[in-house]
Each structure stands twice: as structure tokens, then as C-alpha cells.
Nanobody
Framework: VQLQAFGGGLVQSGGSLRLSCAAS????????MYWVRQAPGKQRELVAS???????NYPDSVKGRFTASRDNAKNTVYLQMNSLKPEDTGVYYC?????WGQGTLVTVSS
């Protein structure tokens, strides 16, 4: 299993970013995918889950601002992040089962 997240960067508060995660090594469409973030000094936090058919779930901390989606033809999952806040800063990872990919850093300046 290989997962590679990209699309992070530095953005001002209120801005937007779109993360992507390219997956390989498993039957992508059969698995739930997850986006998880880790802020400095904090525990990892699940920010989005998406089923194989695209049903999503979010914690209250990002609900209404983050949107996960997937393209099963491209084996890719996305995370659209709008109205970003400084507390959204962290390394964002995509995850499937017990596998983690290389994360991408999101920094939101105030």
C-alpha cells in the first residue's frame, strides 16, 4: 500500500487549500479513506472519512468547512478546505486501514 498526500502550503486565515492523496497497492474503491491531521504537540485528529461510494463524515471542528471527495477511477482522494483557521495548521495524512501515507504540511497564518 502506498499513499502520497500533497497540496499543502502556507495560506492566510480564511483561505482555501485542496489536498490530494494518490493511492496504490489495494482495491481503492472498496475501502473507506480517511484524512487525519496532527498539529504540533497534539494528538492526531480525524478530520474526514469517506466511504467507497463517497459518503462522508466530519467532526464538528471542520464540518461545513472541509469536504472530502474521491475519484475511484484515479485512485485519488481529495480534501477541500475552506475558511481555514490557524488551528487547522498541521501535517495532513491520508489513511486506509492501518496504513498511513506521507503527510503534507498545512500552515494557516493569522
Amino acid at each position: 500500500v502506498q499513499l502520497q498526500a500533497f497540496g499543502g502550503g502556507l495560506v492566510q486565515s480564511g483561505g482555501s487549500l485542496r489536498l490530494s492523496c494518490a493511492a496504490s497497492g489495494f482495491t481503492f474503491s472498496s475501502y473507506w479513506m480517511y484524512w487525519v491531521r496532527q498539529a504540533p504537540g497534539k494528538q492526531r485528529e480525524l478530520v474526514a472519512s469517506i466511504t467507497g461510494v463517497g459518503d462522508t463524515n466530519y467532526p464538528d471542528s471542520v464540518k461545513g468547512r472541509f469536504t472530502a471527495s474521491r475519484d475511484n477511477a484515479k485512485n485519488t482522494v481529495y480534501l477541500q478546505m475552506n475558511s481555514l483557521k490557524p488551528e487547522d495548521t498541521g501535517v495532513y495524512y491520508c489513511m486506509v486501514s492501518n496504513y498511513w501515507g506521507q503527510g503534507t504540511l498545512v500552515t494557516v497564518s493569522s
